[in-house]
């Protein structure tokens, strides 16, 4: 224990000297991460209607991805019309698509192959957030609170890492 206890300190500060060497944009990337994945758990929604439709992020997520899904099942093999509306249905869909869509890039990103890819994923996150929005326009029966403001900075920060490094260095 304590060969442990004397070990910590090295190992401390090894991590936070490595932390500190970071490239700016890694720096940028890391930390654009550590906000999207604290977004999941703050609240991402309220209700419309007085009431307890508060929903973290994590929540958000699950139910975007997996509610089109289910409702695709019952209707295609259960003959079960559709609860929602064409426009908040597929808005639905590709809000859902978004953190799937954004973890493949990030590790793209970070493991700097397949840069073509990237570009074109990167795109694909940018033009589907708007997505989410419409949904809770259509929808109206939620809004989006801070955490979805978050999660959408810190895929931001992420995507755009490079850029926000490059930037700040031509000052």
Not at 49 to 63: E, H, I, S, T
Not at 105 to 131: E, G, N
Not at 146 to 162: P, R
């Amino acid at each position: 224990m304590a060969s442990f206890k004397a070990l910590l300190p090295d190992v401390l500060i090894n991590c936070v000297s490595e932390v500190v060497l970071l490239p700016r944009n890694l720096k940028i990337f890391w930390s654009g991460l550590f906000v999207y994945f604290f977004s999941f758990l703050l609240l991402a929604t309220r209700s419309s209607p007085p009431g307890d439709g508060r929903m973290p992020g994590f929540l958000c997520a699950f139910f975007a991805f997996v509610e089109p899904l289910n409702e695709a099942k019952l209707a295609l093999f259960h003959n079960v019309p559709f609860s929602l509306h064409p426009v908040p249905y597929f808005s639905l869909l590709i809000a859902g698509w978004i953190n799937p869509v954004f973890l493949v890039t990030a590790f793209l990103m970070l493991t700097d192959t397949h840069q073509r890819l990237v570009v074109i994923l990167r795109v694909a996150v940018i033009l589907m957030i708007p997505f989410s929005w419409l949904f809770f326009a259509t929808f109206q029966l939620s809004y989006p609170r801070e955490g979805h403001f978050v999660w959408v900075i810190g895929m931001l920060l992420v995507l755009f890492s490079e850029r926000l490094a490059r930037a700040h260095f031509n000052r």
